[in-house]
C-alpha cells in the first residue's frame, strides 16, 4: 500500500512539473487588483497618503524569479465543489511546491475548495508564492469540524520562511456557528454572556516564521482571529480586506504577538473586535493608511496578563480612519502585570463616530472579580498628533486610566481635534495619575493631565523592558 501511495505521488508531480519548463506561456497572472472586492460590505475607500514605507528591517515584497513552476492543486485531486474534503490534496501539492524553488501552489478561480485543519511546514525552496484565486474555506461549524482535528486553528503555516500569501481570491471562515455557542459572549438581542471561553478557530495563523508577505486577500467571517503571527520576524501586509459582523465574538482582524519588523499598509478591516491587535513582545511596527469600520479600534494590548510581563515597543500608526467603532487608539493592561509599553506614535487619525477615541486603560479587566495590585505594565512615551473627528458622546473623547502606583509618563498631545458626532458633550476627558503636556489646545480641553514626572519616577524606570 506503501508503495502504491508513493507511486501515485510521484505520477502527479510528473504531471505537473513540466508546467515550469513551458517558458512564458506557464507564468502565472499576478492579480493585484483588490477594487471588486472593497465593495462587498466593506466601508469607504480610507484616506491615501503618499506610499508606505517598510520598516527599517523589512523585506521586499516582490518574489522575482524567471519562470515559476504552478502547482495547481486540482491536478492533485482537488475537486473544488465546495462540500468535496479537499485536503489531501493540498498536503500533496504542499509537499511537492514546497520543494521546488520559485514555484507558485495555485488554487484556481474557478472553484470553492473545503479542507479541514492543516499544518502547513517548512521550510521551503526560496521565492515560494501560495497563491488564492479561487474560494478556499473550512468545514462549515463546530458540528461539522472532524473530532481528530483542533479547533483552535485552522491554517497553519509553520518555519515557511520567505513565504507570499496572495490572490484575488476570499479566505471565507464560516464562523457564524462558532459564534452563536452558548459560552461566547453575545452583545446583540436576546443574547447572553455565559463562562467561556469555547474553543473557536483562529483562521489563518503564521507561526515562527521569517520574510513573509500576506497581500491582496480578502478574509471574511472568521470564527475568531482573522489573521494571526505569533514569533515572526520581518512581515509585510498589504491590501487586505477583513470584513465579519459588528457582533462576531473575538474575531481580531490583525493580531500580533512575539513579532518585530511588521509593515501592515493599504487595508480595509471591519469586524468584531480590535482591528489591530498588537500583543506582547511586539516592536517595530509601522501601521500606515488602515482603515478600520465597526469593531474596537487599533488596540496595544491587552498585555500583563495574569501578572506575566509584557515588551512593546516603538509602534507607529498614521494615515488611519476609524469608524462607528468602540474605541479608537488604544492600550490596555491588566493590573498586577510588568513590563513596559514605550514610543508609541498615532499620527494623522481620523475618527468618526467613536467611542473612547483615545484611550490608556490600565484596569482592563474582563469581569468584576479583578483587583487593584501593585505592579503594572509601565507607559511612557506616547504621542497623540492630529487625531481629529468626531466621537459617541455616550463615553468621554479621551481617557487616561493609569495604575495607582505606576503612573504613565511622557503624554504629548498636539492638534487634537474631537468633536460630537451629535449631541452634547456629557463626561470631560479623564486623567487618573497620567503625567505629560500639551504642544497645542485641544478640543475638548483637557486640563487633568499632570505637569512633570511622579516623584517614583526611578522606581517606575526600573519597571521597563531591557
Not at 139 to 145: A, I, L, Q, T, Y
Not at 158 to 165: I, P
Not at 193 to 199: I, R
Request: hydrophobic share 35%; net charge negative.
Amino acid at each position: 500500500m506503501a508503495a502504491l501511495y508513493w507511486l501515485l505521488y510521484i505520477t502527479m508531480v510528473i504531471l505537473v512539473l513540466p508546467s515550469c519548463f513551458q517558458g512564458s506561456n506557464a507564468r502565472l497572472h499576478d492579480h493585484k487588483s483588490k477594487h471588486h472586492r472593497e465593495t462587498r460590505g466593506m466601508i469607504s475607500e480610507a484616506p491615501v497618503p503618499p506610499p508606505a514605507e517598510p520598516p527599517a528591517k523589512s523585506f521586499d515584497i516582490d518574489n522575482s524569479s524567471s519562470d515559476p513552476c504552478i502547482f495547481d492543486v486540482t491536478a492533485f485531486g482537488a475537486v473544488g465543489d465546495g462540500s468535496t474534503d479537499d485536503t489531501e490534496a493540498f498536503r500533496s501539492a504542499w509537499r511537492a511546491a514546497c520543494a521546488v524553488n520559485s514555484s507558485i501552489l495555485l488554487v484556481p478561480s474557478n472553484g470553492v475548495f473545503m479542507i479541514t485543519s492543516t499544518i502547513f511546514s517548512g521550510p521551503c525552496q526560496p521565492e515560494f508564492i501560495f497563491q488564492v484565486d479561487g474560494v478556499l474555506m473550512p468545514p462549515n461549524g463546530p458540528k461539522c469540524w472532524p473530532k481528530k482535528d483542533s479547533k483552535r486553528q485552522w491554517l497553519v503555516f509553520y518555519r515557511v520562511d520567505g513565504m507570499t500569501f496572495r490572490g484575488a481570491g476570499t479566505i471565507r471562515g464560516n464562523g457564524e456557528e462558532w459564534w452563536n455557542l452558548p459560552c461566547k459572549p453575545h452583545r446583540g438581542p436576546n443574547g447572553s454572556t455565559l463562562p467561556g471561553p469555547c474553543d473557536s478557530p483562529a483562521l489563518i495563523r503564521f507561526f515562527m516564521s521569517s520574510n513573509l508577505t500576506v497581500r491582496d486577500l480578502y478574509i471574511e467571517n472568521s470564527p475568531q482571529f482573522h489573521v494571526k503571527f505569533d514569533g515572526c520576524e520581518g512581515v509585510h501586509i498589504e491590501g487586505l480586506s477583513i470584513n465579519s459582523p459588528a457582533l462576531s465574538p473575538n474575531t481580531d482582524g490583525i493580531h500580533i504577538q512575539d513579532t518585530k519588523y511588521v509593515g501592515i499598509y493599504n487595508s480595509l478591516i471591519s469586524n468584531g473586535d480590535d482591528c489591530i491587535s498588537i500583543g506582547p513582545g511586539c516592536s517595530d511596527v509601522d501601521i500606515n493608511n488602515v482603515t478600520c469600520g465597526h469593531g474596537h479600534g487599533i488596540s496595544i494590548g491587552s498585555l500583563g496578563m495574569q501578572n506575566s510581563e509584557a515588551c512593546v515597543s516603538n509602534i507607529s500608526v498614521r494615515n488611519a480612519m476609524i469608524r462607528n467603532s468602540d474605541n479608537g487608539v488604544r492600550i490596555k493592561t491588566w493590573q498586577g502585570g510588568m513590563g513596559s509599553v514605550s514610543d508609541i506614535t498615532f499620527d494623522s487619525v481620523y475618527m468618526d463616530n467613536v467611542k473612547n477615541c483615545i484611550i490608556i486603560d490600565q484596569y482592563y479587566c474582563l469581569s468584576k472579580e479583578c483587583r487593584n495590585q501593585t505592579s503594572a505594565v509601565y507607559v511612557t512615551n506616547v504621542f497623540y498628533t492630529n487625531i481629529k473627528g468626531t466621537y459617541d458622546v455616550r463615553a468621554p473623547p479621551i481617557h487616561f486610566a493609569c495604575s495607582d502606583s505606576v503612573p504613565c509618563t511622557n503624554i504629548t498631545m498636539s492638534e487634537v481635534e474631537l468633536l460630537p458626532f451629535q449631541g452634547e458633550l456629557i463626561d470631560d476627558p479623564f486623567c487618573w495619575n497620567a503625567y505629560g503636556g500639551m504642544q497645542t489646545l485641544t478640543i475638548p480641553p483637557i486640563s487633568c493631565l499632570q505637569d512633570g514626572m511622579p516623584e517614583s519616577v526611578h522606581e517606575t524606570i526600573s519597571l521597563q523592558c531591557l
